[in-house]
Nanobody, 121 residues
Framework: QVQLVESGGGLVQPGGSLRLSCAAS????????MGWYRQAPGKQRELVAK???????NYADSVKGRFTISRDGAKNTVYLQMNSLKPEDTAVYYC???????????????WGQGTQVTVSS
């Protein structure tokens, strides 16, 4: 009922930048949280950054000062601007969106398909 489409991943050299986008569509009444997680090979999925309607933004310590999360409410889209990328940022990045569905007002949580970010020289 809610679809997420991610874009913007790729290969970048250390110190470079990338911008990820995630657009949500479907039977959405409201969105209360939008965020990005990542999973590196052999590691657990971890929160990178999220933005909520009540608590603002939250970042993992490892990306503070380098990554910026933002949201376009009119487009139901969340962005992750990643600067000063490091090899340890290499992972599959997943978009995560939560909110309420139309008509039923049931809560939903949806995940994107993932986009690969590789930081390497």
């Amino acid at each position: 009922q809610v679809q997420l489409v991610e874009s913007g991943g790729g290969l970048v050299q250390p110190g470079g930048s990338l911008r990820l986008s995630c657009a949500a569509s479907g039977s959405i009444f409201s969105i209360t949280v939008m965020g990005w997680y990542r999973q590196a090979p052999g590691k657990q999925r971890e929160l990178v950054a999220k933005i909520t309607t009540t608590r603002g933004t939250n970042y993992a310590d490892s990306v503070k000062g380098r990554f910026t999360i933002s949201r376009d409410g009119a487009k139901n889209t969340v962005y992750l601007q990643m600067n000063s990328l490091k090899p340890e940022d290499t992972a599959v990045y997943y978009c995560n969106v939560g909110g309420q569905l139309l008509r039923s007002f049931s809560e939903f949580i949806s995940w994107g398909q993932g986009t690969q970010v590789t930081v390497s020289s």
